[in-house]
């Protein structure tokens, strides 16, 4: 009786699958597309603006602390001269941090989603939601040529340099505001290489896992 009570407080949980993913991986694509076969909602880019309804701060300027870590040097002298962010005693990127964080809360709490990247692996996972963390990679030639087509660049070089430079803010970001490593597989219950899967593939893969998760 107690399974049977617990598997019924389980059944009511919602659905949250997070996206981890390296930059020109599809990894957002992916998320779109599971997000559609699942009917579930789907958050990325649109948590910035969420953000900025939620805490009145600038919408540029959040844009621009997105997924990125606080600059200890910056805050180091925000604090020494007292100008600090919104007139409040910490960066942009922890002020949107914590929004965010919140805002991912809330999310968990009223629907089943679709979220990309923004620590919401951690930021869930003492949370009473079924969570099923995904992380999306792909082969270097691969992910150039997927950045060359959709990104402002005209050289695999410059779309190299564009991939480790997102990647390394991606790591930094994900490394400071956790306890974990960014893209450490022990953080992920499915890592999937979407270029060998494609899109709708992968897409499918995770939809499954999810269709199993719901079984159990």
Same mark, same amino acid.
């Given at each position: 009786?107690?399974y049977s009570?617990?598997?019924?407080?389980?059944? !009511?949980?919602?659905t949250?699958?997070?996206?981890?993913?390296q !930059?020109?991986?599809?990894?957002?694509?992916v998320?779109?597309?599971?997000?559609?076969?699942?009917?579930?909602?789907?958050?990325?880019?649109?948590?910035?603006?969420?953000?900025?309804?939620k805490?009145?701060?600038?919408?540029?300027?959040?844009?621009?602390?997105?997924?990125?870590?606080?600059?200890?040097?910056?805050?180091?002298?925000?604090?020494?001269?007292g100008?600090?962010?919104?007139?409040l005693?910490?960066?942009t990127?922890d002020?949107l941090?914590t929004?965010?964080?919140?805002?991912?809360?809330?999310?968990?709490?009223?629907?089943?989603?679709?979220i990309v990247?923004r620590?919401?692996?951690?930021?869930?996972k003492d949370?009473?939601?079924?969570l099923?963390?995904?992380y999306?990679y792909?082969p270097?030639?691969?992910?150039?040529?997927?950045?060359?087509?959709?990104e402002?660049?005209?050289?695999?070089?410059q779309?190299?340099q564009?991939?480790?430079r997102?990647?390394?803010?991606?790591?930094?970001?994900?490394?400071?505001y956790?306890?974990?490593?960014?893209?450490?597989?022990?953080n992920?219950?499915?890592?999937?290489n979407?270029d060998? !899967?494609?899109?709708?593939g992968?897409?499918?893969?995770?939809?499954?896992?999810?269709s199993?998760?719901?079984?159990d």
């Amino acid at each position: 009786m107690l399974y049977s009570l617990a598997k019924g407080l389980i059944d !009511f949980m919602n659905t949250i699958i997070t996206i981890g993913r390296q !930059f020109g991986s599809g990894g957002r694509e992916v998320g779109e597309k599971l997000a559609e076969k699942l009917g579930y909602a789907f958050y990325d880019n649109h948590l910035i603006a969420m953000a900025a309804e939620k805490s009145g701060m600038s919408h540029a300027a959040l844009t621009d602390a997105d997924e990125k870590a606080a600059n200890p040097w910056l805050y180091a002298a925000m604090s020494q001269t007292g100008q600090t962010s919104f007139g409040l005693n910490i960066s942009t990127n922890d002020a949107l941090f914590t929004v965010q964080a919140q805002i991912i809360r809330d999310i968990a709490k009223s629907e089943n989603a679709v979220i990309v990247g923004r620590c919401s692996d951690y930021i869930l996972k003492d949370e009473e939601v079924k969570l099923l963390n995904v992380y999306n990679y792909a082969p270097t030639e691969a992910r150039i040529k997927r950045v060359l087509e959709r990104e402002n660049v005209s050289t695999e070089q410059q779309a190299l340099q564009m991939m480790k430079r997102h990647d390394k803010q991606r790591k930094l970001y994900y490394d400071f505001y956790t306890d974990r490593k960014w893209a450490a597989h022990e953080n992920y219950h499915l890592t999937l290489n979407s270029d060998r !899967f494609g899109i709708d593939g992968t897409a499918d893969i995770i939809a499954a896992a999810v269709s199993a998760n719901k079984k159990d």
